[in-house]
């Protein structure tokens, strides 16, 4: 497969990543995701409706406001593929509909998309490489998330 010229070769791992290459891979998806939208305990009631709903799920997250939304998606690679996953970002405009949730009229769309993946062996803290080369550590992507959905609300309004 060839890649387009003005995007970099993905990262690849050498032959196939080795078991603990992949659970240092998941531990970064995870933390990132407990910065986005942390786990809630579960409670009786109903919680208070807040400006930036977080809705969590095994492999995501997606931060809602009222007329605007980031969603946060790790697709994680096949056993033997060299590479280990892909993390997408995406800003919507709109309410995203989730799993489960009743179907909307007006659909939310995509207005911008980043694509992310591990970087084969950080000597920083940035472990994540966007395609236009740009590299982020877990918290520099929490924060670039929460700015895109800042963005997003305010472009809404």
């Not at 060839?2 to 992949?22: E, I, K, N």
């Not at 096949?78 to 709109?94: A, H, N, T, Y």
């Not at 920083?124 to 700015?147: F, G, I």
Request: proline fraction near 7%; hydrophobic fraction near 35%.
């Amino acid at each position: 497969m060839t890649m387009p010229a003005d995007q970099p070769t993905p990262t690849q791992w050498g032959s196939t990543p080795t078991s603990r290459t992949r659970n240092t891979v998941q531990r970064s998806v995870n933390a990132l995701l407990d910065d986005l939208a942390p786990e809630r305990a579960l409670t009786r009631g109903e919680e208070p409706k807040k400006a930036v709903e977080l809705h969590r799920t095994p492999t995501g997250c997606v931060l809602q406001a009222e007329k605007a939304a980031v969603s946060v998606s790790w697709f994680s690679g096949s056993g033997s593929d060299p590479l280990i996953g892909e993390l997408q970002v995406l800003v919507w405009s709109g309410v995203v509909s989730r799993r489960g949730s009743p179907k909307r009229r007006e659909g939310a769309t995509v207005v911008r998309e980043l694509s992310l993946r591990p970087i084969e062996e950080p000597n920083t803290d940035r472990v994540w490489r966007a395609t236009d080369s740009s590299e982020y550590s877990n918290l520099d992507l929490a924060a670039l998330c929460n700015k895109l959905l800042g963005q997003q609300v305010a472009r809404s309004e």
